[in-house]
């Protein structure tokens, strides 16, 4: 599959600026260094939908990752196959301006704009690597990947980290969220210190909204 770039309506050149220009305000102060300089490096602007293409060759000379077009979520197996082959699956389409905050899946916003700029970092990519090859030598035992989801998600979908004794967001349902930006780092979210063993044990639904649901790791 290849990113149509000719198929994108105003709507989505719209829902595209909407959705960065209230992210990008919103996170300067709250995203991890990385995940900041990530996005100056991969140079995504407001009122461009970035293609693919360029996207790639950025990609490819800082790490030699590069997105995958998919149409929407994809078997474990798929996932774990395309990240031990440093391949990161990304949809093309964009959410409605009618559906601006709420989603069943992940749409090109979350996957473009929360997941590429840490996939220019060499530390990130190496952790993405290693599930990816874990996931894939395991992909017959079930309760196995259900473990490499759980840190999949409660790390790269919604981790925290903290730099300079302040708790950043690197997770991108976070990154892509303008609720889960704000709850997150709020009072009322449930946050714990980074521990391997409680998250594996640590169950998680992906049919709700998870604000006020989730809870949160710091590194
Ligand atoms: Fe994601």
């Known amino acids: 599959m290849q990113q149509d770039y ?19 305000q919103q996170l300067q102060k709250s995203a ?21 293409k360029k996207v ?15 149409p929407g979520l994809i078997p474990d197996r798929t996932f774990f196959e395309l990240l031990s082959n440093q391949k990161f699956p990304a949809t093309t389409w964009l959410r409605k301006k009618s559906s601006l905050d709420y989603l069943e899946e992940p749409d090109m916003f979350h996957d473009v704009f929360a997941h590429v700029p840490l996939l220019t970092d060499v ?22 990947v259900e473990l490499l989801t759980r840190i999949y998600w409660f ?30 780092l709020s ?5 714990f210190e980074f521990d391997l063993e409680r998250i594996m044990h640590l169950d998680f639904r992906k049919d709700v909204f998870q604000e006020c649901l989730l809870y949160h790791f710091i590194l």
Request: aromatic share 14%; proline share 1%; with cysteine.
């Open 6 to 24: 000719e198929r994108y309506e105003v709507e989505d050149f719209e829902v595209w600026q909407l959705l960065f220009i209230r992210q990008v």
């Open 32 to 52: 991890s260094v990385t995940y900041l300089e990530g996005l100056k490096t991969i140079d995504f602007r407001a009122d461009k939908i970035p293609r693919f």
């Open 56 to 70: 790639n060759e950025k990609l490819q000379a800082l790490t030699q990752w590069e997105l995958v077009v998919v």
């Open 123 to 144: 530390f990130f990519v190496k952790f993405l690597l290693g599930l990816g090859q874990l996931g894939l030598t395991y992909f017959n035992n079930a309760a196995a």
């Open 155 to 184: 790390t790269v979908e919604f981790g925290l980290i903290r730099e300079q004794r302040q708790l950043k967001i690197y997770g991108a349902g976070i990154l892509s969220s303008l609720g889960e930006t704000a709850h997150c």
């Open 187 to 191: 009072e009322e979210a449930t946050r």
